[in-house]
């Protein structure tokens, strides 16, 4: 048997210094969809702000002819001066593609687009229990159902469960059960 040879004595205290800075730079780059969307989210606020944001591998059928795939599709979703969603306006893009160029890796490429606001409707029909006020309880469905599906509270292509909704309306203070709930689509389809 014989001992190694060969190789170095270690890293001196200089080495680990420069090494630890050439590491910290590579600390702030963005490699998995989800490394993206917190940088986008992180938009300093003299650039624009960002209500919404959604990453995703960009799907074939998405690529038109000629065109180079890209490997990020990027959604985003701005308010407007009433606090209602509304598509960011293109200042605001080419300083969120700026400011992600930075931190991206070489080959990376993002495609940032507009998404889609929907409007929705819930229609539901609830039983109440005897010796409540119907208006009342009428009421308090509304209030859960408005504070449920507050803008703040959802994301960009989260699913709506039917059945999260059906043990919110049953909770309230005097159903006694929910028959029917139905999501409809008030946004008009204009192509």
């Known amino acids: 048997e014989r001992a190694a040879f060969g190789g ?96 991206r890796s070489i080959n990376d490429s993002i495609r940032i687009l507009d998404a889609y606001v929907i409007n929705i409707g819930v229609d539901f029909d609830i039983v109440t229990l005897p010796n409540f006020n119907s208006n009342q309880v009428l009421n308090g469905c509304i209030l859960a159902l408005q504070n449920y599906f507050n803008v703040n509270n959802w994301q960009l292509k989260q699913p709506i469960y039917l059945k999260d909704i059906n043990i919110l309306l049953d909770r309230i203070e005097g159903v006694q059960t929910v028959n029917q709930v139905t999501i409809t689509n008030k946004t008009i389809n204009d192509g």
Not at 22 to 29: D, I, P, T
């Open 8 to 103: 170095g004595s270690g890293d001196s205290t200089q080495d680990i210094r420069n090494n630890a800075l050439g590491a910290y730079s590579s600390q702030l780059r963005t490699i998995t969809n989800d490394d993206y969307l917190v940088r986008a989210l992180s938009l300093p606020p003299e650039f624009g702000t960002l209500a919404k944001v959604c990453t995703e591998s960009q799907k074939l059928e998405n690529i038109l002819p000629g065109e180079i795939p890209s490997v990020l599709d990027m959604y985003v979703l701005s308010f407007n001066n009433s606090g209602q969603l509304t598509s960011t306006n293109l200042a605001t893009k080419r300083n969120l593609s700026t400011y992600l160029s930075q931190y």
